[in-house]
């Protein structure tokens, strides 16, 4: 069986109705396990307090903003060299969720931040990349709306996401491409001096997992709403022609 046949709509949405419920309801029991057992059961940071927890939020969001972007980068040129209209309509379905997850990262990030630094924002090289990368995901968005002609608003709003990934990758490489910064290390590294204790990695890996899955379900849900909005339009379409 070939990928390329979930590219017939028809196909995406056979499976993907199928596939839905079982992704959202293990989203569900991963987010409220991996959240509960972070926020409620393990102990305040000797250093950070009660503070540290905001981290199965902030990293989980961080992560998904960028593999967001690289999602849509991926499907962008899947449309841009193959033309498949699934493709492009999911990486239009992503985008609100990318934003919402970089906004949430910029946001629990000031929040833990504050206490941390001793200031809500600065100008750091990966919070700098990461604002620029939500802007990035605005610009997309409103492209996508300011274009009339659907075939021509995939084509310019791939190009822009071609554009943005520079900045994707600076989000996720800031640290390493610059040596100065207040921003941590990677939270989980191989590096044991980095890497966040067990007591704590544990219930953030399973709550990635769930907004993981979480990101996944929505993009089905979303990509199943822009497909039939398409075929709404190519009815109505045909209705004035007729």
């Not at 999911?90 to 990030?109: D, E, N, V």
């Not at 630094?117 to 802007?135: H, Q, V």
């Not at 996401?161 to 610059?178: D, H, K, M």
Request: glycine residues 6%; proline residues 4%.
């Amino acid at each position: 069986m070939s990928i390329w046949e979930y590219a017939n709509p028809k196909r995406f949405m056979q499976t993907s109705s199928w596939v839905l419920p079982w992704v959202t309801g293990l989203a569900a029991m991963a987010l409220v396990t991996g959240l509960t057992w972070g926020f409620f059961l393990t102990p305040d940071d000797y250093r950070q307090g009660s503070t540290v927890k905001i981290i199965y939020i902030h990293v989980p969001a961080a992560m998904m903003a960028i593999n967001c972007w690289a999602m849509m980068l991926v499907t962008s040129l899947v449309w841009l060299i193959r033309r498949h209209h699934v493709s492009v309509l999911a990486a239009k379905a992503a985008a609100p969720i990318g934003m919402t997850m970089t906004l949430i990262a910029l946001f629990t990030g000031a929040i833990w931040g504050q206490p941390m630094w001793g200031t809500w924002w600065a100008w750091d090289p990966r919070l700098t990349s990461f604002l620029i990368l939500f802007l990035f995901y605005l610009g997309y968005i409103a492209l996508w709306e300011a274009v009339e002609d659907p075939d021509t608003a995939a084509d310019l709003t791939s190009v822009l996401c071609l554009v943005g990934s520079v900045f994707a990758l600076l989000s996720r490489y800031a640290v390493l491409f610059w040596n100065q910064g207040l921003h941590q290390g990677a939270s989980l590294s191989l590096d044991r001096e980095e890497h966040v204790a067990d007591v704590f990695a544990y219930p953030l890996w399973l709550t990635i997992a769930g907004f993981v899955l979480f990101f996944v379900a929505l993009v089905l849900f979303r990509t199943r709403t822009e497909i039939r909005a398409r075929r709404l339009r190519a009815l109505e379409a045909r209705e004035r022609m007729a």
